[in-house]
């Protein structure tokens, strides 16, 4: 399995990566129709796994979801998953330079303006954005393609008319357009709205509370130390280095 292989290289740091974790470890009992409980194996595996590794200082294992509220209780649990981190949607900076990611190798006017763009693309996830970039590209790559077929038309029908300097005033092939930009603009549309993101907060916000976040804890005041007091828990140190926190 993937948990033996990343324990065998003690040395070496390795990254396990769940993506849609939601889709391998939702609340046990509550998949309708699976197939004789295999969800819930799964998921039993997992949580085996977890705790059996004996390399998890050299380990780290992220869940990437959009749906932390059906996932299972236990794989939260201390020593498992249990740091919540959540990605917000981009602001207006990082929507700018999406575009100007995705769009790096790809031939866009000089007018484009980007700013515009951020502004009216609000909400919009970094998929979104690259679907907006991705249509932009397939109108141009099309109204290319069509220029190049009437280019070919006309000379197939009169060879000898073609006009002087044609080729030299086209626009680059394929080259992205503000106009490209208007008419993918019409099909863009948010895929997280507002309610998701109050989901998204709430569960953050409920599963703090349920985990006591935020106690007003305090040591109670320290008597003096005699030469006979061990200075913090020096006195009780591990010999095994495999419970050192810090190793």
């Known amino acids: 399995t993937a948990y033996e292989m990343c324990g065998r290289d003690l040395e070496f740091r390795r990254v396990l990566f769940f993506d849609e ?30 705790d059996g590794m004996n390399a998890k200082k050299t380990v ?4 990437a979801t959009n749906r932390p509220d059906i996932i299972d209780s236990a794989l939260l649990r201390p020593g498992r998953l249990d740091q919540l981190i959540y990605i917000p949607l981009p ?16 031939p866009v006017a000089p ?13 919009f996830s970094g998929a979104d954005i690259t679907e907006i970039c991705q249509r932009s590209c397939k109108y141009a790559i099309r109204e290319s393609i069509e220029r190049d077929i009437e280019r070919e038309k006309r000379r197939a029908e009169n060879p000898d008319a073609m006009e002087v300097g044609e080729e030299e005033e086209e626009e680059a092939p394929g080259m992205i357009t503000k106009a490209h930009f208007e008419e993918a603009m019409k099909f863009a549309r948010r895929s997280v709205s507002d309610a998701d993101i109050r989901r998204y907060q709430t569960f953050a916000q409920n599963l703090q509370q349920s985990r ?15 030469a006979n007091t061990p200075a913090n828990n020096a006195a ?12």
């Open 21 to 50: 974790l939601d889709s391998i470890a939702t609340q046990r009992g509550s998949s309708l129709g699976d197939a004789g409980g295999a969800g819930d194996r799964v998921l039993n595996q997992l949580l085996t796994e977890m």
């Open 236 to 247: 009780y140190a591990p010999q095994d280095d495999e419970d050192d926190l810090y190793s």
């Open 111 to 123: 007018d484009v303006d980007f700013d515009a763009l951020t502004k009216h693309t609000h909400g």
């Open 60 to 63: 780290f294992i992220i869940g």
């Open 212 to 226: 006591g976040f935020g106690s007003d804890f305090r040591f109670p005041d320290s008597r003096p130390r005699t």
């Open 91 to 106: 602001d207006e900076g990082s929507r700018n330079q999406i575009f100007k990611s995705v769009l790096r190798k790809s």
